[in-house]
């Protein structure tokens, strides 16, 4: 089923449909009983595949293809035909994206506005009535062939967003995306045979000054177009923004907007889909505004985004006259988060794109934690009338793929931003195979997007017994279980989370998550796919069990030490070499972590028995390849009593190995690269505690050194 659109059944119903082209009503079976389909007489492209798949699909799920509207056999008009239009329904009489499911007797009108309303009639028809399931690609549940009856059918919708757009990857099948009703399907565009996407024109749908007036083509006999930064004109996407405030800058920018609009409207055409409804003008992905007077004076009276907003709606209130039903869309993204002052707000055709994140990931959009997108969207909303949100679905960078439940309030999440009037959503959710409970968020998301006030314990409910058959209660049971940690430890999973953050599920939560598992499998063995399926939903708990077991990361740095380790060893992970077992072992400090148990587990040195140990300490990055130091540090003496961070500073990773080592003998030694530290530069630290009258004069306790923890730090935080 990841075929393309020329797949076997898809053609199937093109061999059907171009007989419909020829004008006669087709009867695809011969007994009266069995279901009709009618298209139009010369029907569009998105027209053939509405036909098409409602074809394959009723065909799947009737046995022999029979089909009842009370006693006689269904006749489906799919699309723009003569019956629907006797009854005064055509896609003209709908709004875009409207769809209408509606019986006069036998006969059926399946039909939408623009181009997409009658391929959601369909798939409504499919999904409400009938129980086709589409989960992923090539992921999909038809319920076993019955004979089927309806008795009448009035229904019509549309969807609640404008733009439903779902990052997923590069090569995402767009009917995934067009049969649960979104409208753009990231990168992977929608094609004329699904009606085409709401999409973004050339050059490119964000960040995109730099591809207005490239800084590497024009910065030269330009500079005054370009960021004044410490005190030079400097340009470039990752290297600063341009200067807005600069005469004539607005008329370059509205010249090659309208060479945008041509090769957008020109590329469509050629496509066959509707011509691009939103250009974007939007800053650089860098930090680095302009600060000549006129910029300065600019960001003093407006701020910063009132300063890009004054820019971009010069721009866009231009190209009103000759583009009336085009929007221009700007980001509200690093300096320019906070609203503008002084009385600016965005054009009407405007729209404001605010980016989730400072999100807790696992919380709700009315928990504590996630006050400043809450907020953001509360002020932003009075200054502009086109709000739209680029969401998160997955976590990202080393941690990607490890539990966070958040499928639980996510509804309310969608619920809030349509009740404070935003319009559209990116949602970046990257990572299909790897990221946490992919398939249930991936239909809430949908099911958000198309209409955010549905009840979430329905669509769970409905996903989990259908998904995972009599398995479903139990990853249910799960999946509530992580949750309730996660409320309970108050959690914080941030959108590049460390392992730290997903401490709050103990290991003997992941004990008994993997018990629910064990019986979540025996539920439904035998039945491959469903045993499958389950596997799938425990992955990202196994990956926990598996870090844990290599490397364990049971407690997060102390806050305001290092809040953003990228990678933490605690001494108790078991990943430390120990090179001299003679003085160095494992002991329990109450300390640190929890004393009723103990405490945490630390590295003792016994530095009496062994002149190694005398100071300095020593701490270090070595390169065993090459032989050579990364880096190293000495310290004459503690940096004072109880447990401190020694920092080795920032250290730059080589390609090849490397490990690090703590003492002068070098015996302490943390031989593991991960994915992700080679060639970056982090803050390298150590948490030590030196005891003892060899390090504090009239100390009673033993000359011992106690190694705690090795963390890397982001060098960037
Ligand atoms: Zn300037």
Request: hydrophobic residues 35%; aromatic residues 12%; glycine residues 10%.
């Amino acid at each position: 089923m990841r075929a393309g659109f020329q797949g076997v059944d898809m053609v199937r119903g093109w061999f059907a449909v171009s007989a419909l082209s020829a004008g006669a009503a087709v009867l695809l079976a011969g007994c009266s009983s069995e279901f009709e389909l009618r298209g139009p007489d010369e029907p569009k492209e998105w027209e053939k595949t509405a036909v098409a798949e409602l074809d394959h699909y009723l065909g799947l799920c009737s046995e022999n293809r029979k089909v009842k509207i009370g006693w006689r056999a269904a006749v489906f008009h799919v699309g723009d035909t003569a019956f629907a239009r006797a009854k005064g329904l055509s896609p003209d009489s709908l709004a875009d994206e409207e769809w209408c499911i509606k019986s006069f007797g036998r006969d059926v009108v399946l039909v939408g506005g623009g181009t997409r309303g009658t391929l959601y009639a369909v798939y409504h028809f499919l999904e409400d009535d009938c129980g086709v399931r589409w989960w992923m690609d090539g992921d999909e549940d038809v319920p076993a062939a019955k004979p089927l009856k309806f008795g009448s059918l009035d229904r019509r919708g549309k969807p609640f967003f404008m733009y439903r757009d779902i990052y997923r990857t590069e090569t995402s099948d767009p009917r995934t995306a067009v049969r649960n009703r979104l409208n753009g399907n990231g990168d992977s565009r929608i094609p004329a045979e699904l009606g085409g996407g709401f999409e973004y024109g050339p050059p490119y749908h964000c960040h995109t000054w730099d591809r207005y007036l490239p800084f590497a083509r024009h910065g030269r006999e330009h500079p005054e177009w370009y960021a004044l930064v410490n005190g030079e004109r400097r340009g470039g996407q990752s290297v600063a923004q341009m200067c807005l405030t600069c005469p004539g800058l607005v008329d370059e920018f509205s010249r090659r907007l309208e060479e945008f609009v041509a090769q957008g409207e020109a590329n469509a055409a050629a496509k066959g889909v509707p011509a691009p409804r939103i250009y974007d003008i939007s800053m650089n992905d860098n930090r680095n505004f302009c600060t000549c007077s006129n910029c300065a004076a600019a960001t003093a009276k407006f701020g910063h985004s009132g300063r890009q907003l004054n820019f971009v709606n010069a721009i866009a209130e231009k190209a009103a006259a000759g583009h009336p039903g085009l929007l221009f869309s700007t980001f509200a993204y690093f300096h320019s988060e906070p609203a503008p002052s002084n009385g600016v707000r965005a054009a009407d055709n405007v729209v404001v794109k605010l980016c989730n994140t400072r999100q807790n990931m696992a919380a709700g959009i009315l928990d504590e934690d996630n006050r400043f997108m809450h907020d953001q969207v509360l002020a932003w909303k009075n200054f502009t009338k086109n709000l739209f949100v680029w969401e998160y679905g997955i976590t990202f960078g080393v941690y990607t793929g490890y539990p966070f439940p958040n499928e639980f309030s996510l509804l309310d999440k969608y619920r809030f931003y349509a009740d404070n009037g935003v319009k559209g959503f990116l949602i970046e959710h990257e990572t299909p195979e790897c990221s946490d409970m992919y398939e249930l968020k991936f239909r809430l998301e949908c099911k958000a997007l198309e209409n955010p006030f549905q009840n979430a314990e329905e669509i769970i409910g409905d996903f989990m017994s259908r998904y995972y058959g009599a398995a479903g209660e139990k990853v249910l049971e799960a999946r509530r279980l992580i949750d309730r940690r996660r409320r309970e430890r108050k959690a914080f999973i941030a959108w590049f989370p460390t392992l730290g953050e997903f401490n709050f599920i103990s290991d003997d939560d992941l004990a008994e998550v993997e018990r629910i598992f064990k019986a979540a499998a025996d539920c439904v063995k035998g039945d491959a796919k469903r045993e499958k399926r389950v596997e799938r939903a425990y992955s990202s708990f196994g990956r926990l069990v598996e870090i844990r077991r290599r490397f364990g990361a049971k407690h997060p740095p102390e806050k305001g030490v290092s809040d953003s380790p990228f990678f933490d060893f605690p001494a108790g992970g078991r990943g430390f070499a120990i090179r001299d077992r003679r003085h160095i072992d494992y002991v329990k400090d109450p300390d640190l972590g929890d004393p009723l148990s103990g405490g945490e587990t630390v590295i003792r040195v016994k530095v009496s028995d062994s002149k190694y140990y005398s100071l300095p300490f020593a701490l270090g990055a070595y390169n065993p390849d090459s032989r050579r130091s990364i880096a190293s540090k000495r310290w004459e003496k503690p940096l004072g009593r109880g447990y401190r961070w020694y920092s080795l500073g920032r250290v730059t990773l080589p390609e090849g190995s490397f490990y690090l080592y703590a003492t002068r003998a070098w015996t302490v030694q943390l031989p593991i690269s991960l994915p992700g530290m080679n060639g970056n530069t982090f803050e390298i630290k150590a948490l030590v505690k030196f005891t003892g009258p060899m390090f504090f004069p009239g100390d009673t306790h033993s000359n011992e050194i106690r190694i705690a923890r090795l963390v890397y730090v982001d060098s960037d935080s």
